[in-house]
C-alpha cells in the first residue's frame, strides 16, 4: 500500500503535517526583510532549544558538516585532542580530526558501551602542560543506541580549564537535556532530521565565547564551514551563503510546535518511550544492546542474530521502517527510532508490529507480553 | 496581498508546482531501496544535463560549498592557480584559494566587463615550467549579468596541458550550453535554487577523469567535501552523509521536467527571453550594465541610479521581486532573474511592471515600448 511508510530509525524522522506544508511553499528571497525576520525568530528559538544565550548557527550541510564546523574552527595543525570513541560518530570525528592533521588521543569502549568519564578525568589531570586544546565527545550514539555521560566528562574538561569541550548532539539535542550555559559546553553540533523533525539538509552548531575566543587563533583552512562568517550574518539576521529557504521556513513551525510542547515535556516523552521500548523489548525475551544505566533516549538497540529477517517482516507487513546495524554490527542489531515527532501510540504500534514478527519467527515468548509492558509504562507517567 | 510573490531574481528561482509537492511528502529512509533508485535516476539525468559521462555528485551545501569542494579536492597547499575576476563571484573563489594557502594569480575585469580571454592565453603560454594547476573561472557572473566565454578560456587551458579548469557555472548550468566532456571541463559546480528549478539546499559537482588523477595526490585536507567519499557512495547508488532527501524527491521531478522540454529548447528559450529583456530595457531607455556580447542567458542587470526606487515600486504595487547590486553596486544596478522556471508571460509580466515603475517615476519615454520591444522578440523564435 503506496502512502502508508511509518519511519522508526534515528533519521529521518516523520515530519509533522504543518512543517511538511511550509516545505512545499513557494521560496521567498532570502534577502528580504520577511526573510530576516523568519531567521530572527528561528535564530530566537534555537537558542531556547540549546538553552544559551550565545551564538547557535544554522549550516546548509549534514549533521556531519556541522560536527567538522564545530571541530574545525577552533584548532590549529597539531593540536592535541581527545575523541571520544564508542561507536561509528566517535570513530568519525577520530577520522576528521586526523583528516585536518590534528593528534588524536582517543578514548575508547566497546561499542555497545558507554564512555568511562574516569579516563577523560585521568588523561585531563595528567596533562599538566595544558596541551589538550579539545574534547570531542559524541552524546548519544546513533549508531550503538549508547548515550555517554556527557555532564561527569564535562566536569572534567571544566577541571582541566583549558580544553574546549565539542559535542556531537545530533541524536540527543531535542530528545533529552542539554543544557549548553548551565554546563558550560563550548560547541555542540546537531542535524535537521533529528529532534527538529524537519528533512536532512540543515547542520546547527552553538558557539561558547571561550570557543571564539580560541577562533581568532585557529588556524585550519576554511571557507564555507567558516563560523566566523555565519556569525556575523546571523548577528544581522542573514546568512553568508544561500541558506536552504524551505527547511527554514519547515524549522520555524517545528520550533513552534516544540516551545509549545515545552522542553521539560520533549525530555520526559522522549524517556518514556524510551523506557516503554526496553521494557518492550525485555518483556519479549529480546537482548538490549546498550545497558540501562546508558539507554539513548532516542534509540533502542536491540542484539539478536535476526535483526535482518525481524526488519525484514515489519517492513513488508506493516510497512515500519526500523534501522539496521551499521559497519560489524549489520545484521547483529536492529534499532528503533523513537526521535522527534513520535506520539505513544507510535512506540504502541512498533511493538506490536515487533511482536507480530517474533510471532511469524515461532520466537514469540508469550503473546501479547510486549505490548502489555510498552503500555504499563507508556500509562505510567 | 498574501502568496502572490513573484520572483525574478537570479536564486532562490520560481519552483513549478509538481517540486512543491514532492518536497511536501514524507522523507524516506536515505539508506532504503526506494531512495537508491532515486539516486539512481536523479544520477543519471543530472549526468545528461551536465552533458557527461563521468561523475555528477550531489551535496548537502550552497553552491559556494560546491565550488569549495570543487577547488580543495583537486589542489595543494602553494599550488599556482588563475582565478578569473569579474565580480563577486570571481572574487569569493580568490577567496577561498588563499583561505587554503593556494598561489593565486588573478586575472581580473572590471565589474560589467567579461574577462579577456587573451590573457589566460598569455598568462598559460608564459608557464613553461607547468606550474599552473588550476584555472578557475566564473562561467555566468550572476553579481553583473556578465557571461565569460568560457569555450575559448577553456581552449587555452587544454593548450597548456597541465591545469585543471574549474568552472563556478551556477548560473550557466541549466541556462545556457555547458558541454562538460565535448569541451572537456574538469569540475563544473553548480547550486539547487538555479537552473534546476528546486529550492536551495543542494550543490552539485561533476569531476572529469582527470581531475580524479589530481585529486590522489591532492593535500588540502577535507572530509565533509571529500568528494572521493561522495563517488564512492554514489556508485553505489548512496551517499556518504544524509541527503537532504527531500529536495532530491523535488530534483527528481525537475530534471524529469527539463528532459521533457529538452536541452536545446531550455537553452533557446533562456536566450529569447534574455534578448527580450534587453530589447525591452533598451526600448525604455534604460542603460544596460552588461555588453550585448558579453549578456548571461539568466540575469540582466540594468544600470540606473534609481535602481532601490524601481525595485521598490515593483514590488509594491506588483509584488515582484527583482534583485539589487551587489557590494559596491548596491544602488546602481538591479538585476532581472530570468533563470530556471520562468515563461514568456512571466518576461512580459516584470517587464510591463518595470514600465509602470518607470512611468510612475516620470522616465516612461514612450510608454509601452517596453512591453512591444519584449513581446516582438518572445514572438520570433
Excluded: C
Excluded at 596541551?131 to 550514539?141: F, G, N, Q
Excluded at 553568508?240 to 519547515?250: H, M, Q
Excluded at 520533549?266 to 521500548?277: L, N, P, S, W
Excluded at 521502517?321 to 549489520?330: E, F, I, S, T, Y
Amino acid at each position: 500500500m503506496d502512502d502508508k511508510l511509518m519511519l522508526m530509525i534515528p533519521g529521518p524522522t516523520p515530519v509533522p503535517e504543518q512543517a511538511l506544508r511550509a516545505l512545499a511553499k513557494h521560496p521567498i528571497g532570502h534577502r528580504s526583510k520577511d526573510f530576516e525576520a523568519i531567521i530572527a525568530e528561528v535564530t530566537e528559538n534555537l537558542k531556547w532549544l540549546h538553552q544559551t544565550q550565545s551564538d547557535v548557527l544554522m549550516l546548509t550541510a549534514s549533521g556531519t558538516g556541522a560536527m567538522e564546523a564545530g571541530i574545525i574552527n577552533f584548532l590549529s595543525p597539531g593540536d592535541r585532542v581527545i575523541v571520544g570513541s564508542n561507536g561509528k560518530f566517535g570513530e568519525r570525528w577520530a577520522q576528521v580530526a586526523k583528516a585536518y592533521s590534528l593528534t588524536v588521543d582517543p578514548i575508547t569502549a566497546d561499542w555497545g558501551q558507554a564512555l568511562d568519564p574516569e579516563q577523560f578525568r585521568q588523561t585531563l589531570e595528567a596533562d599538566t602542560n595544558k596541551e589538550i586544546k579539545a574534547v570531542i565527545v559524541t552524546h548519544s550514539e546513533t549508531s550503538t543506541g549508547v548515550i555517554n555521560d556527557l555532564e561527569t566528562i564535562n566536569q572534567h574538561v571544566k577541571a582541566h580549564g583549558q580544553a574546549l569541550i565539542i559535542v556531537d548532539a545530533v541524536t540527543s539535542l531535542g530528545a533529552t537535556n542539554v543544557p549548553v550555559d548551565a554546563w558550560g559546553l563550548d560547541v555542540v553540533a546537531s542535524g535537521s532530521q533529528k529532534g527538529f523533525m524537519i528533512p536532512p539538509g540543515l547542520g546547527f552548531v552553538s558557539v561558547s565565547a571561550k570557543a571564539w575566543e580560541a577562533y581568532k587563533t585557529a588556524k585550519l583552512p576554511k571557507f564555507y564551514l567558516d563560523l566566523g562568517k555565519y556569525k556575523k550574518a546571523t548577528d544581522q539576521n542573514s546568512s553568508p551563503f544561500t541558506p536552504p529557504v524551505n527547511l527554514i521556513f519547515a524549522l520555524q513551525a517545528t520550533l513552534r510546535m516544540m516551545k509549545q510542547e515545552g522542553l521539560e515535556n520533549i525530555f520526559k516523552r522522549h524517556e518514556r518511550q524510551m523506557k516503554a521500548t526496553r521494557a518492550a523489548a525485555t518483556a519479549m525475551g529480546l537482548k538490549l544492546y546498550a545497558p540501562d544505566h546508558a539507554a539513548a533516549r532516542s534509540i533502542t538497540a536491540v542484539a539478536t542474530s535476526d535483526a535482518e529477517q525481524i526488519r525484514s517482516i515489519v517492513k513488508k507487513r506493516f510497512d515500519i521502517v526500523m534501522a539496521g546495524g551499521q559497519d560489524h554490527l549489520k545484521g547483529e542489531i536492529f534499532r528503533i527510532g523513537h526521535l522527534g515527532f513520535v506520539s505513544d501510540r507510535d512506540i504502541l504500534t512498533a511493538i506490536a508490529a515487533l511482536e507480530a514478527a517474533l510471532q511469524e519467527l515461532g520466537k514469540a515468548t508469550q503473546v501479547g507480553a510486549g505490548v502489555a509492558a510498552a503500555a504499563k509504562i507508556l500509562g505510567e507517567s
